[in-house]
């Protein structure tokens, strides 16, 4: 089921709200992973849509959404920290959704430090990929 043009339930995305709306939604869209559509009643559970909507509405281009929360759709995506959230749909900057591919890497690198070790770790984290294994060998 496609919950956005060219993007299915269950996809690895990044994007970015429109510019303006960063002010209310400053969450990091990157490598989140699309789990469901939701109507507004139901994306309560996961954010308050009524006043998100009163905030961004004025921000968004006339035309854009409708002047009600309930009249259009939410995404409900996975964070890469494991925990959940809803974005409005006419939220979205379009020009700014990326599919990610979810394969894994196998990185091996020499003349590492185990302090270098942790760096590498903490880097990883904050570019939102999920650490499997590292370990000195």
Do not use: C
Request: no cysteine; proline share 7%.
């Amino acid at each position: 089921m496609e919950v956005i043009p060219g993007i299915k339930l269950g996809d690895v995305v990044s994007f970015s709200v429109f510019e303006n709306v960063k002010a209310v939604l400053p969450t990091k869209f990157d490598n989140v992973k699309v789990v469901g559509s939701l109507d507004a009643d139901s994306a309560k559970a996961l954010i308050d849509p009524y006043t998100l909507h009163r905030n961004i509405y004025p921000m968004l281009a006339q035309g854009t959404a409708p002047d009600d929360p309930t009249q259009y759709y939410y995404i409900k995506v996975k964070l890469p920290n494991g925990q959940f959230t809803a974005v409005g749909i006419p939220w979205i900057n379009p020009t700014t959704i990326e599919q990610r591919d979810s394969s894994t890497a196998v990185v091996r690198i020499q003349n590492i430090s185990s302090t270098d070790l942790t760096r590498l770790r903490n880097h990883i984290a904050a570019a939102g990929w999920t650490l499997v294994d590292a370990k000195m060998v």
